[in-house]
C-alpha cells in the first residue's frame, strides 16, 4: 500500500482527477481518500481514466447503477456534507461523466449549495462561540478560518459556473 498525502479543495475535482488517472497510469490504484491522504494498491498500470463526482447520499445508489452500465468502475468514495465524492475509473481514456457544460454547472451548482449549507452553518457556530465569550482573541481562529474556507470555495465555484456559461465556452 502506498499513502500520498495531498489536498485538493472541493473546486479543484478536475485536477484531483487528473491526478488519480495519472497514478492509475502508474499502477497505482485509488482504494481509500480521507481527504487529506490517499490509500493506493499497487497494480499493473491501467490505461483509462479517473472522474471524480459528487453525488447526494439519497441518488448515490441509482446513479451508481448508471454509471456502472455505462463502463465505470467505483473506486471508492468519501461522504462529505450529506452526500459523496466518488471515485470513477473507465478503460477509456476519453470518457467523461460530464460532456457538456450544462451538466458541469449542475455539478458546480451542486457543490455550491452544500457548501452554502456548510458555510451558513459555520457562521452560526462562530456566533454562538464568540458572543458569549466576548470575541476572546483564541475563540475565534477557527470559526472564522471555516467561513474564509467557505468564501474561498463558494467563490471560486461561482467563477467556474460563470466561465462555464460564457458564451465562448459553448
Known amino acids: 500500500m502506498l ?3 495531498k489536498i485538493f479543495t472541493v473546486w479543484q475535482a478536475d485536477k484531483e482527477a487528473r491526478y488519480m488517472t495519472q497514478m492509475i497510469h502508474q499502477g497505482n490504484v485509488l482504494v481509500r481518500t480521507t481527504g487529506v491522504t490517499e490509500t493506493f494498491e499497487a497494480t499493473a498500470p491501467r490505461p483509462g481514466t479517473v472522474q471524480l463526482d459528487y453525488q447526494l447520499d439519497a441518488d448515490v445508489d441509482d446513479y451508481l447503477a448508471i454509471t456502472r452500465e455505462a463502463g465505470w468502475e467505483l473506486l471508492t468514495d468519501y461522504p462529505i456534507l450529506n452526500g459523496k ?6 478503460p477509456d481514456e476519453h470518457a467523461r461523466l460530464y460532456s457538456d457544460n450544462q451538466t458541469k454547472i449542475e455539478l458546480l451548482q451542486r457543490l455550491r449549495n452544500r457548501w452554502t449549507i456548510f458555510g ?3 457562521l452560526i457556530i462562530a456566533l454562538a462561540i ?4 466576548g470575541f476572546v482573541a483564541f475563540s475565534f481562529i477557527l470559526p472564522l478560518v471555516l467561513v474564509i474556507v467557505y468564501v474561498i470555495n463558494f467563490t471560486c465555484l461561482t467563477r467556474q459556473i460563470k466561465r ?4 465562448l465556452k459553448n
Do not use: A, I, N
Open 164 to 167: 462555464l456559461r460564457s458564451p
Open 120 to 122: 451558513l452553518f459555520c
Open 3 to 5: 499513502k500520498k498525502h
Open 85 to 90: 465524492w466518488l471515485y470513477l475509473y473507465h
Open 130 to 133: 464568540l458572543v458569549p465569550l
